[in-house]
Structure formats: structure tokens, C-alpha cells
């Protein structure tokens, strides 16, 4: 069973900045898209960041600009690198592992870290 670990969250100050990390196991990392979603309180769950097998990374609009989503491969480990953080980026920040070398249908979800936006 694929294992997804999350790392990096924390409080920030707005306009501040973290770097999310996840690492896989029990997978074959290379072979899969990886992406990030983020759960904030009330709301629904919503797409962050998606980056394919071959490079190819997608945003959400609210984030372009400010999130940079990579991966490394020989690490089994995807980041999300965020920067100028604002009170509306305060969630639970998910990894995800997609079925398939583009980001298309998610197979698995990680335990999620908590990022906390505030002054």
C-alpha cells in the first residue's frame, strides 16, 4: 500500500514563506503524477499544484505566481515551495499520488500537514 508522508507545515506570518514535502513509499515513484491539495476550515478540499512524470506542472489560479510544485525522483519526494503567504492559504495541505503518469484520477492521499497563515 502506497504510503504518503507529509512534512513542512507550520505557522507563518503572512507574506512569509514554507516548503511543503512528501515522500512516497511502496511505489514506484517515477512512474505516477504527484500533486497537492488543501482543505481549509468549511470549505471543500480544492486542487493546488499537479505535476506530471514528465515535468509538466498545472495551478490553481488562486496560487500561480506564488507555489512552485517539483519533484525528485531519486528521493521519491515531491515539494510544493510556497512564497508570499496570505491568511487565505490557511489549510490542511494534502499529497496526493495520481493512477497514472498525468494528473487525472487520484490514487492515493496522504495525512495532510496543517499550514497556518496569521500575524
Known amino acids: 500500500q502506497v504510503q504518503l508522508v507529509e512534512s513542512g507545515g507550520g505557522l507563518v506570518q503572512p507574506g512569509g514563506s514554507l516548503r511543503l514535502s512528501c515522500e512516497a513509499s511502496?511505489?514506484?515513484?517515477?512512474?505516477?503524477?504527484m500533486g497537492w491539495h488543501r482543505q481549509a476550515p468549511g470549505r471543500q478540499r480544492e486542487l493546488v499544484a499537479t505535476i506530471t512524470t514528465s515535468g509538466y506542472t498545472n495551478y490553481a489560479d488562486s496560487v500561480k505566481g506564488r507555489f512552485t510544485i517539483s519533484r525528485d525522483n531519486a528521493k521519491n519526494t515531491v515539494y510544493l515551495q510556497m512564497i508570499n503567504l496570505n491568511p487565505e492559504d490557511t489549510a490542511v495541505y494534502y499529497c496526493?499520488?495520481?493512477?497514472?503518469?498525468?494528473?487525472?484520477?487520484?490514487?492515493?492521499w496522504g495525512q495532510g500537514t496543517q499550514v497556518t497563515v496569521s500575524s
Open positions: 496526493v499520488r495520481y493512477r497514472e503518469p498525468l494528473a487525472r484520477s487520484i490514487g492515493s
Open positions: 511502496r511505489t514506484i515513484f517515477n512512474r505516477y503524477a
